[in-house]
């Protein structure tokens, strides 16, 4: 059974920096690209990053490029986000999603809330 | 940037009845990259269809969705009480991926 498992989320002072961590088990990790989701509260979906399955490719969105930084360990099963300058906007729930060789999300793990506030 | 409209925002309907779902882009779409979600509140999206018309493993047949170019639907031919929920589009296409607005499905 394909699991995705993020954590690392929670309440963070703006221009502050959290790392966000998602666990995947149940399908050869290796061997699938990944994207960061994200949703604030009450709102729509919001696409993040993309990285590919070596890690050689990675794509962000504008608003959040050049503060967070998309990696992956595939030794570990791991993908992860750094987030840097956070600001208020960027407090939402957070999701990896497996891409799909249709580049559709197949798979998204349950979310993690990160909340920018003084 | 491609940007997908999502029509109507709400849908009241009642259990059993046809629920036809609209995603319109701003620019012409692969249709091998147009994909439908649902949402549950407190849950993470669900794949419902991936390249346009191919529904997702486990999804009813109640569930189709159809398009090409700029125009995308998603048909819910009868509601279950399950299928109340928000619907979000997606496409994927230069480097990047955008969803639509979502069009919440209520009980009417």
């Known amino acids: 059974e394909v699991q995705l498992v993020e954590s690392g989320g929670g309440l963070v002072q703006p221009g502050g920096s959290l790392r966000l961590s998602c666990a995947a088990s149940?399908?050869?990790?290796?061997?699938?690209?990944m994207n960061w989701v994200r949703q604030a509260p009450g709102k729509g979906l919001e696409w993040v990053s993309y990285i590919s399955s070596s890690g050689s490719t990675i794509y962000y969105a504008d608003s959040v490029k050049g503060r967070f930084t998309i990696s992956r360990d595939n030794a570990k099963n791991s993908l992860y986000l750094q987030m840097n300058s956070l600001r208020a906007e960027d407090t939402a729930v957070y999701y990896c999603?497996?891409?799909?060789?249709?580049?559709?999300?197949?798979?998204w793990g349950q979310g993690t809330l990160v909340t920018v506030s003084s | 940037e491609i940007v997908l409209t999502q029509s109507p925002g709400t849908l009241s309907l009642s259990p059993g009845e046809r629920a036809t779902l609209s995603c319109r882009a701003s620019?012409?779409?692969?249709?091998?990259?147009l994909a439908w979600y649902q949402q549950k509140p407190g849950q993470a999206p669900r794949l419902l269809i991936y390249?346009?018309?191919s529904r997702a493993t486990g999804i009813p047949d109640r569930f189709s969705g159809s398009g090409s170019g700029t125009d995308f639907t998603l048909t819910i031919s009868r509601l279950e009480p399950e299928d109340f929920a928000v619907y979000y589009c997606q496409q994927y296409g230069s480097f990047s991926w955008t969803f639509g607005q979502g069009t919440k499905v209520e009980i009417k």
């Open positions: 999603a497996r891409v799909s060789s249709w580049y559709d999300l197949d798979y």
């Open positions: 149940g399908f050869t990790f290796s061997s699938y690209e």
């Open positions: 390249g346009a018309s």
């Open positions: 620019q012409s779409v692969s249709s091998s990259y």
